[in-house]
Nanobody, 117 residues
Framework: QVQLVESGGGSVQPGGSLRLSCAFS????????MGWYRQAPGKQRELVAA???????NYADSVKGRFTISRDNAKSTVTLQMNSLKPEDTAVYYC???????????WGQGTQVTVSS
């Protein structure tokens, strides 16, 4: 059974840093891209960053230069390093992985990130 298990998150002051990790368990061959979405209260879920199986990253304009996504295929993990955090980064962050040749998407349970002074 495929699962995405997230860790990290928490509360930090503006300008601080946090690190999110997501571990994929199951048949790794059913996915290619992995990444992170976030959803703030009252807003739609939005893509934050994604990375392909060969390491090509893609970022939302709002996080470029501040966030870095990386991937360890041997460990089936994806990590999001978040620096220079802003209050508008406050949201629940979800790890995701689309299933190949399918419209199905695997999701993690979500982890809260709060940026506040």
């Amino acid at each position: 059974q495929v699962q995405l298990v997230e860790s990290g998150g928490g509360s930090v002051q503006p300008g601080g840093s946090l690190r999110l990790s997501c571990a994929f368990s199951g048949n790794i061959n059913v996915i290619n891209d992995m990444g992170w979405y976030r959803q703030a209260p009252g807003k739609q879920r939005e893509l934050v960053a994604a990375i392909s199986s060969d390491g090509r990253p893609n970022y939302a304009d709002s996080v470029k230069g501040r966030f870095t996504i990386s991937r360890d295929n041997a460990k089936s993990t994806v990590t999001l390093q978040m620096n220079s955090l802003k209050p508008e980064d406050t949201a629940v962050y979800y790890c995701y992985a689309p299933r190949v040749f399918s419209d199905y998407v695997y999701w993690g349970q979500g982890t809260q990130v709060t940026v506040s002074s």
